[in-house]
């Protein structure tokens, strides 16, 4: 699969975990797995395994071999906090991420709780980088504005909020310490609805707390022919944050060849096989 990605808030994909499983109204009509599904059992394919949870230990150095600097999405074809994730597979993503400071790391997850756990007990040295964004998905008031609470009491660099896919007004949002907000509707077959009031309260809200807003889509079925303009205009709007310098080549190698050892000893460490293997859910 190619690392660029479409995805308008981002310019890479960095996919070392693939596959999920449901958790909430906002996973639906997941685009991940509707993809991953349709390659099941195609040998030699990526997803041959369709969406079942796998760790992919041969993905973990990748962003040392990407020398231009990137707005790198981690795991959108997974969750990186997914409870059969281990920890220790968890905390190597993070050195990697740490280790690979001229990228801006997006890290979204829907299970916010095991974020706020893990990332306290990785400490601050691990997490806390200005280059390393922590998100949590936002989809209505009951599953996803608890998350808010969670990913507020985390560890972070950033803190973002993906609201996408809206799926309901979400009232009065508490936007304290929320360095970013997407919003943005849903797309493909059975789209759900999306509101202008709903998106524009959101967009008001983020403008009293000077809070970077970015509108990704209004959805449906066609999403291209419905655009990405609110009231005639477009919020391409990105937080600040201070990269690292890029290491000369000599380093950036000497990097790479540690973190190829570590992802080996890891997969030693957790086992050969994949030892998360999940059936998709009905």
């Given at each position: 699969m190619s690392d660029q990605s479409s995805i308008e808030w981002t310019d890479a994909t960095w996919n070392p975990v693939r596959g999920c499983s449901k958790v909430s109204p906002g996973c639906k009509h997941c685009y991940a797995e509707?993809?991953?599904e349709r390659f099941r059992g195609v040998p030699g394919h990526p997803f041959e395994q369709g969406f079942d949870l796998r760790l992919i230990f041969d993905k973990l150095p990748e962003p040392l071999r990407w020398a231009r600097s990137r707005k790198i999405f981690v795991n959108s074809m997974s969750d990186l906090f997914h409870e059969r994730v281990p920890d220790a597979y968890v905390a190597e993503v993070f050195n990697v991420m740490v280790e690979t400071n001229w990228h801006e790391y997006q890290v979204l997850t829907k299970r916010a709780d095991r974020l706020r756990r893990v990332t306290r007990k990785l400490g601050a040295r691990r997490v806390e980088h200005d280059h390393i964004w922590l998100g949590v998905s936002v989809?209505?008031?009951k599953y996803g504005l608890p998350r808010i609470d969670a990913l507020r009491r985390a560890r972070a660099g950033k803190r973002f909020l993906s609201i996408e896919p809206l799926l309901s007004d979400l009232g009065e949002i508490d936007l304290s310490g929320i360095d970013w907000v997407i919003v943005g509707g849903e797309s493909?077959?059975?789209?759900?609805p999306l509101a202008e009031e709903w998106v524009v309260s959101i967009?008001?809200?983020c403008r009293a707390a000077?809070?970077?807003f970015f509108f990704k889509q209004w959805g449906g079925v066609q999403k291209k022919k419905n655009g990405r303009s609110l009231r005639g205009e477009l919020y391409d709007e990105f937080p600040e944050s201070t990269l690292g310098l890029l290491p000369p080549r000599h380093q950036r190698h000497a990097l790479l060849h540690e973190a190829e050892e570590r992802a080996q000893r890891l997969k030693l460490q957790l086992?050969?096989?994949?030892?998360?293997?999940?059936?998709r859910a009905g």
């Open positions: 509707t993809f991953s989809e209505d008031r493909g077959p059975g789209a759900r967009r008001d809200q000077e809070v970077p086992g050969a096989t994949p030892l998360v293997e999940i059936r």
